[in-house]
């Protein structure tokens, strides 16, 4: 990348359809519609990855992947399938390979799909992210499963959640697009369900470090991703976004 001009970058980053927000230098924040700086501040990470191996699963752009290697973890590898192998129209993996080319990134990668995770596929990591994800599972506890198997020690979980007025574990289940106007949307756990899913696939500490947010909170999201998006008002209300961190 050292022969690219700034205005060259520029030129490049406004052909890709980006989903976070990275710096790469010379004043150019890629165009993501997520807030990734906002999100990472959520996430409550250790200051320091020092010594580390990361594994972020569903790495997509790489936001977090790059923010393990800015915090000094020793091994990081991306990890991604749906968006990276294509299955959309509306993104795919050269955000990440631009962004790690600029910013001269020493993460790895692999497009392998959360269900095929495993010990002998991957090898087994200090710390694990698996943020924005979970809702995306047909078959969640069996992901978590998959998820628990490479983990050693430390889960970074980011996860939109549902049925927030049940005290007790559950789950919805979402057909098509109901939720998000997204069709990759299959599952809305509550707080309770994550964190006794997490216990059952051998999590021994788990701790929500980011919960609800108040009720009007969630009528001014709905609103909002309405105008924006044309989301479903209701769906959007019902719902919000957990942070877990859990221990083996
Ligand atoms: C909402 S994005 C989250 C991206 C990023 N982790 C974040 O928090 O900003 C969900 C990501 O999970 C990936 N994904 C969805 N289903 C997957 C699967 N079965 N296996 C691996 N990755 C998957 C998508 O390709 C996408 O990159």
Known sequence: MDNMTPEDLKARVSEIKWHHSIDLG????TPGQ??????LQR????????GKSVLDIGAWDGFFSFEAERRGAKRVLATDSFVW??????????????SKAVLASRVEEKEIDVLDLSPENVGTFDVVFFLGVLYHMKHPLLALEKVASVARDFLV???AVDMLDYKRPAMAFYRGDDVGRDFTNWCGPNPAAVI????????GKVEIVAGLR??????AKGAYYRRKWGHQFWSTVRTDRIVVHAWK
Not at 43 to 49: T, V, W
Not at 85 to 98: H, I, M
Not at 214 to 219: A, E, G, M
């Open 26 to 29: 010379s004043g150019i924040v």
């Open 34 to 39: 997520d807030n990734s700086p906002k999100k």
């Open 43 to 50: 996430l409550k990470l250790p200051a320091s990855f020092a």
């Open 85 to 98: 192998r294509g299955g959309c129209d509306w993104a795919d993996k050269s955000g990440f390979d631009l």
């Open 157 to 159: 979980l980011e996860t």
């Open 196 to 203: 006794a899913m997490l216990k059952t696939v051998g999590f």
């Open 214 to 219: 108040s009720p009007l909170f969630r009528l």
